[in-house]
């Protein structure tokens, strides 16, 4: 089993900054790829960021350029730093975690964290 607690959204000005952060308990051994998905009011859930257990990065379009996923060393925490926000990521973000190392569920989620962009 996986645990994902997750922290740092809030209200921000289109142009401002939030940091997300994202700590895995538990087997975290089992995990290859961590990052976060998005959800806003009428839409489905899509990704948005992910790293890998080697370190590789993914970003949607929508975010490149702006969005920054970093890890901390103990590989068990993981930061999303999103500048120069726009409305249109309002969302809830969820951090993910992809335990392709073991059996059992396909993923883990987060509790999911409210970021608001104003105009």
């Known amino acids: 089993q996986v645990q994902l607690v997750e922290s740092g959204g809030g209200l921000v000005q289109a142009g401002g900054s939030l940091r997300l952060s994202c700590t895995a308990s538990g087997d975290t051994h089992c995990i290859s790829v961590m990052g976060w998905y998005r959800q806003a009011p009428g839409k489905e859930r899509e990704v948005v960021v992910g790293?890998?257990?080697?370190?590789?990065?993914y970003y949607a379009d929508s975010v490149k350029g702006r969005f920054t996923i970093s890890r901390d060393n103990d590989k068990n925490t993981v930061h999303l730093q999103m500048n120069s926000l726009k409305p249109e990521d309002t969302a809830v973000y969820y951090c993910?975690?992809?335990?392709?190392?073991?059996?059992?569920?396909?993923?883990?989620w987060g509790q999911g964290t409210q970021v608001t962009v104003s105009s």
């Open positions: 993910n975690a992809l335990p392709q190392y073991c059996s059992g569920p396909s993923g883990y």
């Open positions: 790293i890998t257990d080697g370190g590789s990065t």
